[in-house]
């Protein structure tokens, strides 16, 4: 069975350093790479049409 593969293309963002080693280390614990994680938040995306959770403002102290 042959598997054929889309072309791809890079995507890059900034983050702060810090939240990218910490966000490296938790992934790598769930036995992922950050590249892996990002291309699994996409494509969840796509299948909810939509961000894949319900954002949310914090609740504001009255």
């Keep these: 069975m042959t598997k054929i ?3 791809k293309t890079m995507f890059a963002m900034r ?3 810090s ?3 910490e966000l490296k ?3 790598k614990d769930m036995g992922l790479d950050l590249s892996t994680a990002v291309n699994l938040f ?3 995306s796509l299948l909810e049409n939509g961000l894949p959770f ?5 609740k504001q102290d009255r």
Excluded at 54 to 58: A, C, G, N, W
């Design 19 to 21: 939240e990218k080693e």
């Design 5 to 7: 593969e889309e072309e």
């Design 25 to 27: 280390e938790l992934y």
């Design 54 to 58: 319900q954002p949310m403002r914090k």
């Design 42 to 44: 996409f494509k969840q």
């Design 15 to 17: 983050i702060k350093k």
